[in-house]
């Protein structure tokens, strides 16, 4: 019926916000990315985005909210398809790397980073940890591994990764030196004969 908004109309909308503030936050930074820029991206008024977004702030934090969800989907798709754990860890690391340039430029530059990288790299470890004690019950790690301090490991080597990429190679590197994280890191808590079945390298 013409005047009336339904849910489709609003949901539409605030993805749309959400994926023109992506974009603007890829390009500018969080500091540099205006209103009116994600406005125009999304061809909304200011009226619309701040009926769903109180703030610049608010819809950062949507937007990294966002990507954490689709995160959550592909560890349910790789867990599909991989029966291992450990496989499925590696393969989220990558897919995490290959999709951090806004969350490189929202998580990890102030003055955002100040509120949430904390809460940020706490979720991410609780997803690490979760794989690996899929994969002890599995029977895939190593006698005696201390799994909190492993997802530690894991999540920080990981965020170097993200930080050194950032500096010196740009949004689009950082496969290498997942890569590396992993074979490093891989052999000293997997089974031999579990390690020896793993890909290491991206799909």
């Known amino acids: 019926m013409p005047g009336v908004v339904t849910i489709h109309d609003v949901s539409t909308t605030r993805d749309?916000?959400?994926?023109?503030?992506?974009?603007?936050?890829?390009?500018?930074?969080?500091?540099?990315?205006?209103?009116?820029?994600?406005?125009?991206?999304?061809?909304?008024?200011?009226?619309?985005?701040?009926?769903?977004?109180?703030?610049?702030?608010?819809?950062?934090?949507?937007?990294?909210?966002?990507?954490?969800?689709?995160?959550?989907?592909v560890r349910e798709r790789l867990q599909r398809v991989h029966r291992s754990p450990l496989q499925v860890l590696i393969d989220l690391g990558y897919a995490v790397n290959r999709d951090r340039a806004v969350v490189q430029r929202l998580l990890f530059q102030a003055p955002l980073c100040d509120d949430v990288a904390e809460r940020q790299v706490a979720r991410w470890t609780a997803t690490v940890l979760d794989l690996l004690r899929h994969a002890e019950n599995r029977g895939e790690l190593r006698p005696g591994v201390d799994l909190v301090e492993c997802a530690d490991g894991v999540v920080a080597a990981l965020v170097g990764v993200h930080l050194v990429a950032m500096a010196v190679d740009g949004p689009s590197g950082g496969a290498r030196q997942v890569a590396d994280v992993w074979r490093t890191w891989l052999p000293a808590v997997a089974q031999p004969s579990v390690y020896a079945t793993l890909r290491i390298t991206p799909r």
Do not use: M, N, P
């Open 16 to 73: 749309g916000l959400l994926a023109a503030a992506a974009e603007a936050f890829d390009r500018d930074g969080y500091v540099r990315a205006t209103i009116d820029d994600v406005c125009d991206r999304a061809g909304v008024t200011k009226g619309a985005l701040y009926g769903h977004f109180s703030s610049k702030k608010a819809l950062a934090l949507a937007v990294l909210d966002r990507q954490a969800r689709e995160w959550a989907r």
